[in-house]
T-cell receptor, first 115, second 110 residues
């Protein structure tokens, strides 16, 4: 596909369960970002990958959140022991080389609801 | 205080109106300023990018940056119903991280 894809598009889970969210960036893009978007909160930066390494994990809200990227491509965001406050839209973006002068292309997001 | 402040709206205007969207910020290190448009149930898409101060025009859209006042604006001329979306400002400085505003929801009615 031409754009960033994310799966699933919607996820409903029960409090305490683990969830995995997947991001497929644009082919050839070395930089990958995860954001969280909550009502009235804007986009909250979670983590940034350059290749397979994550130089900036500063936005991960707690140790229940982790992310990995393999083969410089697909990334997975894992939330363990989900809480109701984790309910949000999780957005992934990729850019060709990273940095503030490089355009970030966003996927459609995964809407997570924790009951 | 948030690093970037943006009025969430909603802002409702008639078709053909000039729309003004604004953000203020507190971090003087910001040098890169962007506006993203986000349609409902979609990811944001880059609309305008400006480096440092000044104006940039692209069709019906004009972005302005006033670094002395720490204030940025996006103007939409001859607004159309298809412009109805949420508009997010974003800013970056000397790190790879962008800081986003909360977004302003715009509705243009026929």
């Amino acid at each position: 596909g031409a754009g960033v894809s994310q799966s699933p598009s919607n996820k409903v889970t029960e409090k305490g369960k683990d969830v995995e969210l997947r991001c497929d960036p644009i082919s050839g893009h070395t930089a990958l970002y995860w954001y969280r978007q909550s009502l009235g909160q804007g986009l909250e930066f979670l983590i940034y990958f350059q290749g397979n390494s994550a130089p900036d994990k500063s936005g991960l809200p707690s140790d229940r959140f982790s992310a990995e990227r393999t083969g410089g491509s697909v990334s997975t965001l894992t939330i363990q022991r989900t809480q109701q406050e984790d309910s949000a839209v999780y957005l992934c973006a990729s850019s060709f080389y990273g940095g503030n002068t490089d355009t970030q292309y966003f996927g459609p997001g995964t809407r997570l609801t924790v009951l | 205080q948030k690093e970037v402040e943006q009025d969430p709206g909603p802002l409702s205007v008639p078709e053909g109106a000039i729309v003004s969207l604004n953000c203020t910020y507190s971090n003087s290190a910001f040098q890169y300023f962007m506006w993203y448009r986000q349609y409902s149930r979609k990811g944001p898409e880059l609309l305008m990018y400006t480096y440092s101060s000044g104006n940039k025009e692209d069709g019906r859209f004009t972005a302005q940056v006033d670094k002395s006042s720490k204030y940025i604006s996006l103007f939409i001329r001859d607004s159309q119903p298809s412009d109805s979306a949420t508009y997010l400002c974003a800013m970056g400085g000397d790190t790879d991280k962008l800081i986003f505003g909360t977004g302003t929801r715009l509705q243009v009615f026929p």
